[in-house]
């Protein structure tokens, strides 16, 4: 079973639809029992860094999360619920990650060039780097998943997976151990999103 984590902010409905159509039993939930309980887990996220942070702290959830972690139990972060794994985020001045995967959140303004849109929304391709992953085991190098995002994962190359080109390489998928993170929407992303999902499923 996957627990969906509810801490206020994410795209609840649509990813557990997402594990529906798959097949996998999920439960959308902000309890702590249900969570310890559960098989793996996946944290979303939408909106703010910042704000996200503060609703995890203040749901009584952000030690859980790093606990079923470091337990070896299988994690994935979603977006925003990615940028959370990180050590701190830049978005709106300086707020600290769950430090479970080393790296920054960074503005994709410092890295693109001027004049492409900001946030990047819609269908780019994945771009494997040379670590084999679990997660892709269903899907093909160049397949396309849905972005949207102002930020992304910086200083984190040893565990990245995948990046996406847009204007410059940025961080599209990463892994450290049981512990894994979608800059992109799997929810959004048609068939290679619910292989994705698949796939974590089986870890």
């Given at each position: 079973m996957t627990a969906i984590i509810d801490y206020g902010v994410g795209n609840l409905f649509s990813l557990s639809r997402s594990f529906e159509a798959i097949g996998e039993t999920c439960v959308v939930t902000g309890d702590?029992?249900?969570?310890?309980?559960?098989d793996r887990l996946l944290l979303p996220g939408v909106g703010a860094f910042g704000d996200a942070a503060k609703m995890l702290a203040d749901s009584g959830l952000w030690?859980?999360?790093c606990e079923q972690a470091n337990s070896g139990k299988p994690l994935l972060g979603v977006c925003l619920g990615m940028q959370l794994l990180f050590d701190v985020s830049y978005e709106?001045?300086?707020?600290?990650?769950?430090g479970l995967i080393p790296g920054q959140v960074r503005p994709i303004a410092e890295v693109i060039p001027e004049g492409l849109k900001i946030p990047q929304i819609g269908w780019n391709a994945l771009d494997f780097t040379n670590r084999e992953t679990p997660l892709f085991k269903y899907i093909k190098n160049g397949d396309f998943v849905y972005f949207v995002h102002s930020y992304y994962a910086a200083n984190c190359d040893e565990n990245t997976i995948a990046t996406?080109?847009?204007g410059a390489p940025l961080t599209a998928a990463v892994a450290k151990g049981n512990v894994f993170g979608c800059q992109f929407h799997p929810e959004k992303s048609g068939t290679v999103g619910l292989n994705i999902l698949k796939a974590f499923c089986e870890i």
């Open positions: 702590k029992a249900v969570i310890e309980s559960a030690d859980t999360v709106y001045g300086e707020h600290k990650g769950l996406t080109e847009y």
